[in-house]
């Protein structure tokens, strides 16, 4: 069984800047991808950014050069820094990973969500 556990949400003023966290454990073979998608009320699901082993992070066009992206390959773990925050970031920021326990077949799991609200 994995686990995808998130931390770093909060209320935060627009131009602040927040540092998402999220940890991957249990029965793990290896990871492809770690990423970010986000959910604002009524809006689909999207992507905020990912990255695949072995390739250079993607990020949704409304988020490049704010926020970047990356990964502790060590300890199973995937970063979001968030600068320069804009009123359109508030959302529930949900982990996504790539999993696979036997090196055979892969899963999507997600985290449990983390919310983000940025406001004055």
């Known amino acids: 069984q994995v686990r995808l556990v998130e931390s770093g949400g909060g209320l935060v003023q627009p131009g602040g800047s927040l540092r998402l966290s999220c940890a991957a454990s249990g029965s793990i073979f290896s990871i492809t991808a770690m990423g970010w998608y986000r959910q604002a009320p009524g809006k689909q699901r999207e992507l905020v950014a990912n990255i695949i082993s072995g390739g250079s992070p993607n990020y949704a066009d409304s988020v490049k050069g704010r926020f970047t992206i990356s990964r502790n390959n060590t300890k199973n773990t995937v970063y979001l820094q968030m600068n320069r925050l804009l009123p359109e970031d508030t959302a529930v920021y949900y982990c996504?990973?790539?999993?696979?326990?036997?090196?055979?077949?892969?899963?999507?799991?997600w985290g449990q969500g983390t919310q983000v609200t940025v406001s004055s």
């Open positions: 996504n990973s790539r999993i696979s326990s036997t090196g055979r077949a892969w899963t999507d799991y």
